[in-house]
């Protein structure tokens, strides 16, 4: 069947920086606890054009959610996290204008699971079909047995695929997501001798999940995985520690002084012959650095070539929030070449416009979740209903941040570009997928 794009459908999009440093704070509370924001690009989503609804997967069971009613909002128009709620309720208000049918139900949540939950209650009362939202993790654990009790699927704009269950579909980019591509993209290129240095933190230990997961299904050795902690002096332990240098480069250097202390013309000429010799690459070829600010990226620009952990012999890799800090790491030569996975920001450059023309400014990094959402839900409602049947469409969606199938597990599998840092902008080393299939499809 053909896919429709909802970009094409809803013409609009965002700024792909964010404005300020108080708003990467605010989005940094966005995922599960711990973990980094979304970065600028968001999320992503498609769906099928007219027709009739697509079969049910053989393996997905009885078909979940209402066939119609209203389209239930969920955003924290309240407290801290207002201005972000209220540039999505913008952005959803793209897809659903006064006067639509169906139409927007929109609520407060105030941010708080409490919030969240009072407010889904209220919209399950009025007969609301899907609830798109909430934003944070938290809220969403408090609104998903409420949802799955009445049989209401929920489009969550959380990125913690932890909350991914029947019913209920997490539409943030999240580590695996990233993760997957990037490695695979590695994977192709020969490098299959995975390490990583991660965070010790909430979103370094999922990211850690993801790459042994992602290794394990290419069939690949398991990874070394080191996380650091956040201070100067740990970092360097932890890139020492996962370098080997001590095995690698210190036996090198013990030789050289032994062969200088013989004082001896031989001993020098040793010595010397020895200075010229290379010390061993490290034991992988790959190296997934889950840094996410740009101080730690500074500090390992010199540790990493220090303990002899540099390209060619080693291909960087990283996290999606890469695509902000691209410029920066530009100015330090051993992160050109480094790869990561996210959105093409061409596809969403309807939506920017459709946004700054109707509202005056650009978009937050996050709206395009809420358009998305929104323009799925509107589709769905005239294509068979909110139904997991049709939500689940074989032929996935496009949108807003590329391609974009939901699965009726909960799972969310996304089609990514991989970019590489070069002078000036990142430049496309493996272009976003055009389609995805179901598992088994």
């Known amino acids: 069947m053909v896919r429709k794009s909802l970009v094409q459908k809803y013409p609009v999009r965002r700024s792909h920086l964010l404005s300020s440093g108080a708003l990467l704070a605010t989005l940094a509370l966005l995922g599960c606890a711990g973990q980094a924001p979304n970065s600028p690009y968001g999320y992503s989503p498609s769906f099928l054009g007219a027709g009739p609804a697509p079969a049910p997967l053989a393996a997905a069971g009885p078909s979940i959610g209402k066939t119609s009613g209203n389209v239930l909002l969920l955003l924290p128009l309240s407290g801290p996290l207002a201005p972000v709620g209220q540039a999505m309720e913008n952005a959803a208000k793209l897809v659903f204008p006064q006067g639509s049918a169906p139409s927007l139900d929109i609520r407060d949540t105030a941010g708080t699971p409490d919030g969240a939950a009072a407010a889904a209650q209220a919209g399950i009362a009025a007969g609301d079909g899907i609830i798109l939202g909430p934003l944070t993790a938290v809220e969403t654990r408090a609104v998903a047995p409420l949802a799955q009790k009445s049989g209401v699927n929920m489009l969550s704009f959380s990125n913690d695929a932890t909350l991914a269950q029947p019913g209920i579909w997490p539409l943030g980019i999240t580590p695996g997501q990233q993760v997957r591509r990037v490695v ?130 080693v291909q960087y890799l990283g996290p999606e929030i890469w695509s902000t800090l691209a410029p920066q790491m530009a100015h330090q030569s051993v992160f050109l070449g480094a790869l990561y996975a996210a959105p093409d920001p061409a596809a969403a450059a309807a939506f920017d416009a459709k946004y700054q023309t109707a509202y005056g400014s650009a978009p937050p990094a996050i709206a395009d979740v809420a358009f998305d959402a929104a323009a799925l839900a509107k589709m769905a409602a005239s294509s068979g209903g909110y139904t997991s049947t049709v939500l689940t469409a074989p032929a996935g969606f496009t949108g807003t941040d590329g391609v974009l199938l939901l699965q009726p597990d909960g799972q969310v599998r996304r089609g990514l570009a991989v970019f590489k840092i070069a002078p000036g902008v990142p430049v496309i080393a493996s272009a976003a997928p055009t389609q995805l299939s179901q598992p088994g499809n």
Do not use: C, W
């Open 184 to 313: 695979q993209a590695a994977a192709d290129s020969g490098r299959t001798q995975l390490a990583a240095l991660l965070p010790d933190s909430d979103f370094g230990h999922s990211l850690a999940s993801a790459i042994s997961a992602a290794t394990a299904s290419l069939s690949e050795p398991a990874p070394q995985i080191t996380f650091y902690p956040q201070d100067f002096n740990g970092l360097n332990r932890a890139v020492n520690q996962m370098s080997d240098f001590a095995d690698r480069g210190q036996g090198l250097e013990d030789q050289i002084k032994a062969a200088q202390d013989l004082g001896t013309p031989a001993g020098r000429l040793k010595a010397h012959e020895l200075q010229h010799q290379q010390i061993p690459p490290p034991s992988f070829n790959a190296l997934f650095i889950g840094a996410t600010d740009g101080n730690t990226l500074a500090e390992l620009a010199n540790f990493l070539p220090y303990y002899d952990v540099n390209p060619p012999q």
